[in-house]
């Protein structure tokens, strides 16, 4: 009898289509791999930047409350402070550097005690002067100095920032600058005492670098000489065009180019949405694109209760909401978070916090400090913002 045997099918290989299908499969998860990738790799850097701004601004902190760096107390005692009888006693408003001895209030007036502003080498306020080095400083004119306070010549750098004292890392430390502080002061509420706000920002990443040369370079001038189409004097860690207010780099050749300091603008806040902030038209530092670089999405905003609030939205305000009527011209409207407080929501009365006649009734002083009138903020959205309150020793 013979025996016929058949072949053994369980050792049968893939077929053609099974190989595709899998080549198929492993494609479309690699392709969702890939899209992740991305994702966590922003998010890793963002979260390192916050770290990195974090410590830049503790390192300004550190900084700023040195009195051999800078000495708050040679700061005329006039700064900031409103007479009983003043008609500002209770703003309480954020300073930004200025060019010039004057401030420009969103508010259309003028302070009248002297503040700090961007200064040329010499010292001497002129309009831009000084706007090209970056130079911070509360020493522009005689009288922003205490006057109780004998300050000589020698001693004017405990009255002024360089820019070049403002990065972080310093330069020649071994890395590259990533960062620039910049800082703002105001009197807050509850005991008068003076207030720095500071500001941390990525220092601009298109600033050309020839071959030759470090970023460290760039921004201290520290070359022995310049080649012909190369900058001679040390380039904006950020800047902007005076004439359009835009933001760019700085090539340390077009004059128009200067440093983009801390700006400010008038809000309002109505009890009806405690999320919103309304930018009012024709209150800025005259540059239309002022508005612009506020409102954009993520932007972080500092208000004159010393919060820092992000925008994450631009609402809609249609005919039916009861704040429609506020929103005219060009104001633009924004959701913020966190979201105000009711006592924040001076709405349309704002502007009586400048009145045409003094009062003094004192209950209503209070709730006038409170209200929401002023935002700072940096045309490049900063990586950090800290509120310090100093110490003044006379």
């Known amino acids: 009898m013979k025996i016929v045997t058949r072949p053994n099918n369980t050792s049968r290989g893939f077929t053609l289509i099974e190989v595709l299908i899998a080549i198929l499969v492993l494609a479309i998860g ?8 991305p994702a966590v790799i922003a998010e890793q850097r963002d ?19 040195n009195r051999e760096f800078i000495d708050f107390a040679l700061l005329s005692e006039d700064f900031g402070r409103k007479n009983e009888l003043a008609d500002e006693r209770y703003a309480y408003e954020w ?26 080498l010499t010292g001497i306020a002129t309009e831009f002067a000084g706007s090209e080095t970056g130079l911070w400083s509360f020493n522009s004119n005689g009288s922003t100095i205490n006057t109780t ?9 405990l009255a002024q920032i360089p820019v070049s004292a403002r990065v972080f890392p310093q330069p020649y430390s071994g890395k590259d600058p990533k960062y620039v502080w910049d800082i703002a002061l105001r009197r807050e509420p509850s005991g008068d005492r003076l207030q720095a706000a500071i ?28 080649p012909a189409n190369l900058p001679g004097d040390p380039v904006l860690p950020v800047a902007l065009d005076r004439n359009n207010g835009r933001i760019g780099p700085d090539d340390g050749l077009n004059p128009d180019m200067v440093y983009a300091a801390i700006q400010t603008l008038k809000v309002e806040v109505y009890e009806e949405h405690l999320d919103w902030m309304i930018f009012k038209d024709g209150a800025g530092t005259g540059i239309d694109t002022s508005v612009g670089y506020a409102t954009k999405i993520g932007q972080k905003l500092l208000d004159n209760t010393g919060i820092v609030r992000t925008v994450v939205g631009m609402p809609r305000v249609d005919a039916s909401d009861p704040i429609f009527g506020q929103v005219t011209g060009q104001n633009r409207v924004v959701q913020v978070d966190p979201p105000f407080v009711f006592r924040n ?30 935002v700072i903020f940096t045309p490049r959205t900063p990586v950090t913002i800290r509120v310090v309150t100093l110490e003044e020793s006379r």
């Not at 306070?149 to 750098?157: C, P, S, V």
């Open 47 to 65: 979260s390192f930047e916050v770290i990195e701004g974090a410590n830049t601004a503790s390192v300004a902190e550190a900084l700023i409350s």
């Open 30 to 37: 690699m392709l969702g791999l890939g899209a992740i990738f």
């Open 199 to 226: 500001f941390v920002r990525r220092i601009d990443a298109r600033i050309r670098i020839p071959k030759e040369l470090s970023l460290s370079d760039m921004l201290t001038g520290g070359r022995f000489q310049s």
């Open 95 to 120: 300073v930004v550097p200025a060019f010039g001895a004057a401030f420009p209030s969103p508010f259309g007036t003028t302070w009248t005690s002297p503040v700090p502003s961007f200064v040329d």
């Open 149 to 157: 306070i004998a300050i000589a010549d020698t001693n004017r750098h």
């Open 345 to 374: 929501a001076g709405g349309a009365n704002t502007d009586d916090v400048r009145p045409d006649t003094n009062t003094t009734n004192r209950d209503f002083d209070a709730k006038r400090a409170s209200w929401v009138r002023q």
